[in-house]
């Protein structure tokens, strides 16, 4: 997302470490459009956890079988059994 605070801190590390770094930076965010408001729209929208782990194994050049490392027990928008919020 356009304006972030990670999109600051990889640009300071490109502007002042360029020679040193092995590969260059990705990001990754949520798209530059509104959160749709339903199961279907939001399905792939925000970032997961399983996501960042294989960017981070493809910058690595790492083949790793991940297995059922990142088993998903919930639906993609319903927060798990932690969430205890207003409503």
């Known amino acids: 997302m356009d304006g972030s605070i990670s999109g600051e801190i990889v640009s300071k590390v490109v502007e002042n470490l360029w020679d040193t770094l092995d ?5 990754l965010a949520m798209p530059n ?3 749709g408001t339903s199961f279907a729209l939001t399905k792939n929208y925000h970032v997961s956890s399983e996501d960042i782990v294989l960017k981070i194994l ?3 050049n790492q083949d790793i079988e991940l297995g059922k490392c990142f088993k998903k027990e919930y639906p993609h928008d319903v927060p ?3 969430f205890t919020g207003p409503f």
């Not at 590969?23 to 990001?27: A, I, T």
């Open 23 to 27: 590969s260059k930076p990705e990001r």
């Open 33 to 35: 459009f509104p959160e």
């Open 58 to 60: 493809e910058m690595l």
């Open 80 to 82: 798990g059994d932690w």
